[in-house]
């Protein structure tokens, strides 16, 4: 099974920042399988970026996604008030699926 | 527009069962998997299984393997996900989300179902 390892647990920036949020893999995942995932408080869980690049429908440009093998990321390239919140990695792998933990980016 | 809708909160004893219910509309019921995600309160997120609507296919996390029992219902486009023996540690929301084939990613939620399992 893929674990799933978020970094860090809580990030503290103010609005206007850029949020670089990390995403490792226990073993190399294929590029198409990995998505991010925003969730606030008594929410479900909103679909980002899928395919580790592609932003899902009507998520704003300031989103974007990166990465190949065991290493994934997620940035908000300038944060705003509503982007406060915690976010999730995902991974499809030998038909299991996986999250990471979730980083929560919080205001500083 | 797609929507899952889901059934209400439910309270449940310890070593009872629970059934929640996901009602998709908006598409075509048997071209997406359906997935059951569970957050425990101030947790994350955690895959349970999935269920091919169209053939009733499983596939279900290893924690859960033998608990767990996932259906659907072709008359009614309603899949099911049911947990047995259920502890306190089973007191969580369950999601249920719509499986986009191509790339694996959940592109749609249910609203979320608040199973508590207390004496």
């Known amino acids: 099974e893929v674990v799933l390892t978020q970094s860090p647990g809580t990030l503290s920036l103010s609005p206007g920042e850029r949020a670089t949020l990390s995403c490792r893999a226990s073993q190399s995942i294929s590029s198409n399988y990995l998505s991010w995932y925003q969730q606030k408080p008594g929410q479900a869980p909103r679909l980002l970026i899928y395919?580790?690049?592609s932003r899902a429908t009507g998520i704003p440009g300031r989103f974007s996604g990166s990465g190949s093998g065991t290493d994934f990321t997620l940035t908000i390239s300038r944060l705003e008030p509503e982007d406060f919140a915690v976010y999730y990695c995902?991974?499809?792998?030998?038909?299991?699926?996986?999250f990471g933990q979730g980083t929560k980016v919080e205001i500083k | 527009q797609v929507e899952l809708v889901q059934s209400g909160a439910d309270v449940k004893m310890p070593g009872a069962s629970v059934r929640v219910s996901c009602k998709p509309s908006?598409?075509?019921?048997?071209?997406?998997?359906i997935h059951w995600v569970r957050q425990a309160p101030g947790q994350g997120l955690e895959w349970m299984g999935t269920?091919?609507?169209?053939?009733?296919?499983?596939t279900y996390a290893q924690k859960f393997q033998g608990r767990v029992t996932m259906t659907r219902d072709t008359s009614t486009s309603t899949v099911y996900m049911g947990l047995n023996s259920l502890k306190s540690e089973d007191t969580a929301i369950y999601y249920c989300a719509r499986e986009e084939p191509l790339y694996g990613d959940f592109d749609y939620w249910g609203q979320g179902t608040l199973v508590t399992v207390s004496s």
């Open positions: 908006g598409y075509t019921f048997s071209n997406h998997y």
């Open positions: 995902l991974q499809y792998g030998s038909s299991l699926w996986t």
């Open positions: 395919g580790t690049s």
């Open positions: 269920i091919n609507p169209s053939g009733g296919r499983t």
